[in-house]
Nanobody, 123 residues
Framework: QVQLVESGGGLVQAGGSLRLSCVAS????????MSWFRQAPGKERDIVAA???????FHADSVKGRFTISRDNAKNTVYLQMNSLKPEDTAVYYC?????????????????WGKGTLVTVSS
């Protein structure tokens, strides 16, 4: 069993930065591919970024060049560095863990979800 706890959300002005963290407890997160999803009010949950166990990364087109996913397996932690934030980035951000990069990117077979952290970007 793995528990995922996100932190780092908050209120920031457009153009600002935030760094989200997702700490995994229980079974080590190093055995999983990890990702960040986000869900804005009234919208579906969408993939933001994903990272394989070996560090290979995926970023959605909407955040490419602004957001960067990384992981520290020794700390069982995945990060999402968010720069040049826009009001449309406002959402609840969720951490996810799955056995493959495909599953953790598509959300088709996620093994574990965090409860989310709210990011609000003001204009």
């Amino acid at each position: 069993q793995v528990q995922l706890v996100e932190s780092g959300g908050g209120l920031v002005q457009a153009g600002g930065s935030l760094r989200l963290s997702c700490v995994a407890s229980g079974r080590t997160s190093a055995t999983y591919s990890m990702s960040w999803f986000r869900q804005a009010p009234g919208k579906e949950r969408d993939i933001v970024a994903a990272i394989r166990r070996d560090g290979g990364r995926f970023h959605a087109d909407s955040v490419k060049g602004r957001f960067t996913i990384s992981r520290d397996n020794a700390k069982n932690t995945v990060y999402l560095q968010m720069n040049s934030l826009k009001p449309e980035d406002t959402a609840v951000y969720y951490c996810a863990a799955a056995d493959t990069i495909f599953h953790v990117t598509t959300g088709s077979r996620v093994d574990y979800w965090g409860k989310g952290t709210l990011v609000t970007v003001s204009s």
